[in-house]
């Protein structure tokens, strides 16, 4: 695998990971994917929730674009079954390496606010 292309599934999984850290049937479904179409499928499903959080933005969810010329760059560069695997593999990997961190820094903000301290 070319290092460009490996640069970017590691780039979409952080990016998807961030994004969906709380949405564990999307991770599943990108888990659970068999081929290059059922990818982009789930891919585009989940840029759609996205949408659909950025219009009503009530939970104040940071929300990481994935950009127009990664989405081209997979199009063009993904080739063959073995490829693909692999490219995939990553990308889970990496998304959930993000969401894990994300969650944790979360719970680790929530304990630390909960803490009271002594006024001295």
């Known amino acids: 695998m070319e290092n460009k292309l490996l640069d970017v599934a590691k780039g979409l999984g952080r990016t998807l990971g961030v994004n969906f850290h709380d949405d564990i049937?999307?991770?599943?479904?990108f888990e659970k994917v068999k081929d290059q179409k059922a990818f982009f499928h789930t891919l585009i499903?989940?840029?759609?929730?996205?949408?659909k959080i950025s219009?009503?933005?009530?939970?104040?969810?940071?929300i990481i674009p994935i950009k127009e010329e990664i989405m081209i760059f997979l199009l063009e560069k993904?080739?063959?079954?073995?490829q693909f695997e692999i490219f995939k593999d990553i990308v889970l990997a990496f998304m959930l390496t993000a969401a894990i961190e994300k969650?944790?820094?979360?719970?680790?903000?929530r304990a630390t606010s909960t803490t009271v301290s002594a006024i001295s």
């Open 25 to 29: 049937a999307i991770i599943e479904e």
């Open 45 to 51: 499903r989940g840029m759609f929730r996205l949408y």
């Open 55 to 62: 219009l009503n933005n009530t939970n104040k969810k940071e």
């Open 78 to 82: 993904i080739d063959g079954e073995k």
């Open 103 to 109: 969650n944790t820094k979360k719970l680790e903000t």
